[in-house]
């Protein structure tokens, strides 16, 4: 199950399905691969660039800014997911222990507690 509770919601300036396909490598745990590198995986890249081949993408600033910013996107879209996941966990877990005080009280006040 994906962390964020919409498909798409990654901001504007993304194509469709790209924040999708992009937060599917973000959860893995995987590198995002850029144009021309799709079909390779993130060793053979390593492998290939530390041959001193220059992957698609690299060699241009305007190219390489744009993708830093979709892939910032994607970042920051799934860690405010995680985040919301991570506030919704702690609120339940305060609501389930001040259920079992207000059990625990109401007990006490009828008396079917007899132990404090």
Request: glycine content about 10%; proline content about 3%; hydrophobic content about 35%.
């Amino acid at each position: 199950m994906a962390a964020h509770a919409k498909p798409g919601d990654y901001g504007g300036a993304l194509r469709p399905g790209e924040g999708d396909a992009m937060a599917a490598f973000v959860q893995s745990g995987k590198r995002i691969p850029r144009r021309g590198e799709v079909g390779l995986s993130a060793d053979e890249i390593s492998r290939f660039e530390d041959l001193g081949y220059v992957m698609s993408g690299s060699r241009h600033s305007r190219m390489n800014a744009i993708r830093i910013r979709k892939e910032n996107q994607v970042y920051s879209a799934e860690e405010k997911a995680a985040l919301a996941m991570i506030n919704y966990e702690e609120k339940a877990l305060r609501e389930q222990k001040v259920m079992a005080d207000l059990k625990q009280l109401v007990k006490q006040a009828t008396g079917e507690d007899p132990g404090n």
